[in-house]
């Protein structure tokens, strides 16, 4: 294993999701090492690999992969996406998301409609189909996202919350902090 020298990395001030500042949650770390750096990085990997190994066999049996289960997650996430915002969120070009749109829709789980403004637009949602096979994912992949957060608990949740942010893009952030806005201001169940 090659030996990586010790590189000083300064805390940079962080925002909350709403855009106040959070008190330097990396102000006790004066340095990262280059070797955890990359602990982090196998670690990503791992979990990444285990979160996605159940829906990874469901989607292979229907000769699906996890390209085709990012379009069930986030036309589920926003029923009425457009194809262009779908390209935006996914980030790949309009061949490959044929490539992987086509074979939703022609067996059923995503169904396109016109925009009734721009009837250029393709609009998209899941069929009844395409809910039921969304929600078998989502269902494994919840399993063990609940698992970890309730062995990790709470301080360690708003911590890894906090590193998933800081790796994400702008594009990124600004949806989820349109999310976590959206969820301050809707009632709460049974209040």
């Known amino acids: 294993m090659q030996d990586y020298p010790t590189q000083t990395f300064p805390a940079p001030k962080r925002e909350t999701p709403l855009g106040g ?10 340095f990262l ?11 990503l990997f791992f979990a990444m690999r285990d979160l996605n190994a159940a829906p990874d066999e469901i989607l292979a049996e229907l000769g699906f992969g996890r390209a085709h289960h990012r379009c069930l ?16 969120i996914l ?22 409609a016109p925009g009734q403004q721009d009837r250029r637009q393709r609009l ?9 096979l969304e929600r078998r994912l989502y269902s494994v ?3 063990r996202l609940v698992v970890a957060y309730r062995e990790a608990g709470g301080p360690a949740v ?3 919350k ?11 952030r600004d949806y989820v902090d349109g999310l976590e806005h959206r969820a301050q201001k809707a009632p709460r169940a049974g209040a």
């Open 21 to 30: 500042a959070h008190a330097a949650p990396g102000a006790g770390l004066l």
């Open 33 to 43: 090492r280059e070797e955890e750096l990359r602990l982090a990085q196998d670690m």
């Open 73 to 88: 997650h986030w036309v589920a996430r926003r029923p009425g996406l457009k194809v262009g915002e779908l390209l935006a």
């Open 91 to 112: 980030g790949i070009t309009k061949q490959s998301l044929t490539r992987v749109l086509g074979p939703l829709i022609g067996e059923g789980y995503i169904a396109q």
């Open 124 to 132: 998209l949602t899941l069929t009844e189909k395409g809910q039921a």
């Open 141 to 143: 992949q919840r399993e």
């Open 158 to 160: 708003d911590g890894f």
């Open 162 to 172: 906090r590193v998933l942010r800081g790796l994400m893009n702008k594009q990124g």
